[in-house]
């Protein structure tokens, strides 16, 4: 029987989905395994070959746990809100909704196609009222809940007001934004509105006035991720820095958490160093600076208090409203154009780029401990969400200080008495000794003479502390998440306004639904899209939307018209999957309880830090409501690699429509030009395909080498514009999935980067027919035989299990491809046809190719699907050697080879040798000086 791929793929795949053979239940008789793959976003462009890099990965490990007799979830869903669809919608008219019905069924076909064990009967879609009722519902829990230090949990809020009416904040130790002091009988006093003020400032999800990077061309606040050098990812549209009343979520509050969960997990080390450094955990001390000459006084924070005596200058945020304020009416005109050129860097962009800007305030600060009036100046190397927004600047000891200060002219004081400072002598300024006091130094005010830098910050915390000039604090680096956009298609909030100040409607009302609108731009009044909706008011006494007309703000309230942001969606979509179809519950308690976490969770690295710091806030958060089973929801994450476009290029000579090929294009003045990958083979072109490209090229002349036209390559971003994207469809047409998926894999290790080259392709795709071949020759003759297998035959079978059972737990597929090579060739070698070997084989071999696996596991009378096999486990005793071949060397030189039993000694290895007529011809009828035995190796006979 032919190896047919198409029908075999075809006949499959709808077998998998007749069966339902990957859907899966909770079975407390097997122990569990959670796949997942980070959430795609189904874009309109559908899947390029770069894309199925991780689900094939994955899957290949999904499988192989279900053959070693695992319980495995490996669901799969779509992160389907998103600017990208409401941007087509506002190019287009057309719906959001319809374009991402569109690119879903594009995407599940694609994915259909490449054949993965993805259980569909658990899909969700971020976009279906079913999923985010539940993502509004956390929402809400977090709106009434706050964060208890003592504790180390998010608690209600009910506690908190109990707590405020009974002692105030007297004694309460609670995550917070502004610190607040009044005493339970102010509490009482407030009016419903100013009580609602103060409890935002302590709500796990409140409003608050933060910096944003603003768009105003799309009419909306942008992720990080979404900005590139200044301007929007989508559309190039100019984005600016802009202080906005937005909806947040208090990250902060479990900084520590995330800090210490990073020990509990089996991530990279460089991954969890990219998490640490974005936590960014610091001890140290927050100081008082006071203005001269006025009543205004702000506050640093440093790690190094110790280093106050060389403070030359202070420096403030630009977003910091102490700018306002020390901003002297001369220096007015030069600030404000600084803070204008600022606005238009996001925090990102500023943090990377080193190089040094900057404008006097005009006034000046008193150091706490000299009583030195030293300038405060304005840098967007400090940032407001950091620390105070303010700094105290020691250019001796800190290489951005040192920076700004030779930029700008400024004093640069060394705390080692006659040392000489250099850009590069930071890390030698360690030692502190100070043999008097600086000018202006108070009267018994602080010293610190030849100490070490621990006994100097020691003496300086507990000199701030006893005179009251600060205090000691921990401060972390990780920002509250910015937790609304301006835009349309997202989240609906589940909140109405009631007197200025947001309301949650009824857990028992979700889902509120995104009502439908005519236009997805904002407002001619500057309103997000949702306020062209007509029916988007609440009213609390029926609990169900209404018509805005109706609102009287009495029982009618207008809802909150922004929606929320992408990370919404896809912080607990992992704990959604367990449970999908539960209409009371995120998740049934048992169920979390069985799947728990998620075993191996594979995604980009580009989710190092937003993606992977929200979705395992919301989990901790989840955990303290014991929702989730869990605190950690990823236990080990594979970050796949990319690959990258091998783009092909011709070479067009100067002023003429005549292409030379790429050996003989040096001869004349040419220019290179991108053409499509997929008419080029091996790098040879087309080159009737070509003519038919474009219009311009149906006339072309080529000049050509050995008949044909070899074409330049280049390793780059796979992109349209390069014309090096590749279709998987078209992989599939050709070679197969299984073709495909191995060769994803053979590329090289999953999580490295590496291009795509379709030049080897073609020995993939003969390494499976030479498989089929085992079963059936080109006769179409049966050839499997249930006879013994031979000692040889045992030793290539299991040789290959071992080294695919240590590779699939180490994810090295690439060399798990390789030794599929060298077992099917030594097993064609030996003309091996036993059922005893090639049953095991297949199912070996099946995580990487099951469709053709699937077929000859039924060739084979098994009944049932090759996924609910065993995997075979290795002998050791197969890989024993017999025989054992030396290297025979005369004065290092190799001469001839010889074998010898595994267990033979050094002696007799050595008498053999030396009696074997070769060994006579190269002693020439010496006697050896010494002969040297290197066991199972070689024997080396010195003359």
């Known amino acids: 029987m032919e190896y047919n791929f198409r029908e075999i793929e075809k006949k499959w795949q709808k077998r998998w989905v007749d069966n339902k053979t990957y859907q899966v239940k909770e079975d407390e008789s097997k122990q569990k395994f959670y796949v997942l793959n980070m959430f795609p976003y189904p874009s309109g462009a559908g899947l390029h070959v770069g894309h199925p890099l991780g689900y094939i990965a994955s899957d290949i490990y999904a499988r192989y746990k279900r053959l070693q007799g695992f319980n495995v979830l490996n669901p799969m869903g779509y992160d389907a809100y998103g600017l990208p669809a409401e941007q087509y919608a506002i190019q287009t008219g057309q719906h959001p909704a319809i374009t991402t019905v569109n690119n879903i069924n594009r995407y599940r076909e694609q994915l259909d196609k490449i054949g993965f064990c993805f259980d569909w009967s658990r899909e969700i879609r971020t976009c279906d009222p079913d999923y985010y009722h539940w993502t509004q519902w956390a929402f809400i829990k977090m709106f009434n809940s706050y964060y208890c ?6 608690r209600p809020i009910e506690e908190l007001i109990e707590a405020f009416g009974t002692i105030g904040t007297e004694g309460l130790n609670i995550a917070h934004g502004e610190e607040l002091s ?144 020390l901003t002297t009416p001369g220096q007015k005109a030069e600030v404000d154009a600084y803070l204008e050129r600022t606005k238009k860097r ?37 940032l407001a969400g950091y620390g105070t927004g303010a700094i105290m600047a020691v250019p001796a000891h800190d290489s951005r200080d040192y ?101 949650v409607i009824d857990e028992s009302c979700l889902p509120l639904e995104l009502p439908e609108i005519d236009k997805f731009l904002p407002t001619e009044t500057g309103e997000p899209p949702l306020g062209h909706a007509t029916k988007w008011a609440w009213d609390t006494v029926n609990k169900c939307v209404v018509e805005n007309e109706k609102i009287d703000h009495i029982t009618i309230f207008p809802l909150e018209l922004n929606t929320m942001p992408g990370f919404a969606g896809s912080s607990a979509y992992y704990l959604r999957y367990m449970d999908p179809h539960n209409e009371e519950a995120l998740v049934a308690p048992a169920i979390d309880r069985y799947w728990k976490n998620v075993d191996l969770y594979v995604g980009g690295t580009e989710h190092a830090t937003g993606h992977l710091i929200y979705s395992r806030f919301w989990n901790k958060f989840l955990h303290d409501l014991d929702i989730s089973a869990v605190e950690e929801p990823y236990q080990k994450l594979v970050n796949q690699g990319m690959i990258q476009g091998r783009s092909n290029f011709v070479y067009r000579i100067k002023d003429t429509n005549t292409f030379v090929s790429l050996n003989l294009k040096d001869q004349y003045e040419v220019t290179p030009i991108h053409v499509d990958v997929n008419i080029v083979s091996n790098d040879i072109l087309d080159i009737e395909a070509f003519k038919a490209w474009r219009p311009e090229y149906e006339t ?76 059936y020759n080109r006769n179409d003759e049966y050839l499997v035989k249930n006879e013994p297998a031979t000692k040889d035959e045992l030793k290539a079978l299991h040789k290959l299990i071992k080294k695919v059972s240590g590779d699939i737990e180490q994810f090295s597929y690439n060399t798990s491809v390789s030794a599929f090579m060298i077992c099917v060739n030594e097993l064609s070698n030996l003309k091996c046809s036993k059922k005893e070997i090639l049953e095991k084989l297949i199912i070996v071999l ?59 000694t050094s002696d007799a290895i050595q008498t053999t040798v030396l009696a074997d007529e070769r060994s006579q011809k190269w002693t020439e009828g010496k006697t050896p000086k010494k002969v040297i035995v290197v066991p199972k190796k070689i024997v080396n006979i010195v003359i």
Not at 149 to 154: F, R
Not at 349 to 371: C, H, K, M, W
């Open 846 to 904: 099946a995580p990487f190719a099951p469709h053709v696996c699937e077929e000859l596991w039924e060739t084979l009378g098994n009944t049932t699907s090759v996924c609910d096999a065993q995997w075979p486990a290795f002998n050791e005793e197969y890989l024993k050697e017999d025989v054992v071949s030396y290297t025979i060397s005369f004065n290092g030189k190799a001469r001839f080879n010889m074998e010898f039993p595994a267990d033979a």
């Open 403 to 503: 920076a700004f200060a030779k930029h700008f002219g400024l004093e640069i004081r060394p705390l080692i008495e006659g040392c000489d400072v250099s850009e590069e002598s930071f890390d030698a300024k360690e030692g502190i000794m100070i043999n008097s006091p600086r000018p202006g130094t108070p009267e018994g005010g602080l010293v610190l003479n030849g100490l070490t830098v621990k006994e100097a910050i020691a003496k300086t915390k507990e000199y701030i502390k006893e005179t009251g000039l600060g205090r000691v604090k921990v401060n972390f680096r990780l920002r509250d998440a910015i937790f609304s956009r301006q835009r349309y298609w997202g989240e609906p909030f589940p909140v109405y306004y009631k007197d200025g100040m947001p309301y």
């Open 700 to 775: 072309a002349e080529f000049i050509l080498e050995d008949g044909k036209y070899i074409c330049g390559w280049a390793v780059e971003k796979m992109s349209k514009s390069m014309f090096n994207v590749v279709n998987p469809d078209m992989i599939v047409e050709k070679y197969g999935a299984d073709t495909l998926r191995m060769y994803e894999m053979f590329l090289g290790p999953v999580e490295q980067s590496k291009p795509w080259d379709t030049n080897g392709i073609d020995g993939v795709h003969r390494f499976i027919r030479k498989f089929w071949s085992l079963f």
């Open 149 to 154: 230090n003592d504790k180390k949990q998010a």
């Open 182 to 325: 009044f005493t339970a009988d102010e509490w009482k006093a407030k009016s419903e509105k100013e009580q609602q003020e103060i409890l935002m400032n302590y709500r796990i999800a409140y409003l608050g006035n933060t910096m944003v990077n603003w768009c105003p061309a799309l009419g909306t606040v942008l992720a990080n991720d979404e900005v590139v050098d200044g301007v929007s990812e989508r559309g190039g549209y100019p984005v600016i820095q802009k202080v906005m009343r937005q909806w947040c979520l208090r990250v902060s509050a479990y900084a520590q958490r995330l800090l210490d969960g990073l020990d509990t997990v089996d991530w990279t080390d460089s991954l969890k160093e990219t998490q640490r450094n974005w936590i960014g955990r610091s001890e140290g001390d927050e100081m008082k600076f006071k203005v001269k000459d006025s009543d205004v006084e702000f506050t640093i924070f440093t790690t190094r208090a110790d280093t106050v005596f060389g403070v030359t200058f202070m420096v403030l945020a630009p977003e910091s409203e102490l700018v306002a304020q």
């Open 346 to 382: 996001t925090e990102r962009e500023r943090i990377a780029d080193r190089s040094v800007s900057g404008v006097f305030s005009g006034s000046y600060a008193i150091n706490p401990l000299t009583n030195e009036a030293i300038p405060v100046w304005i840098s967007d190397y400090v």
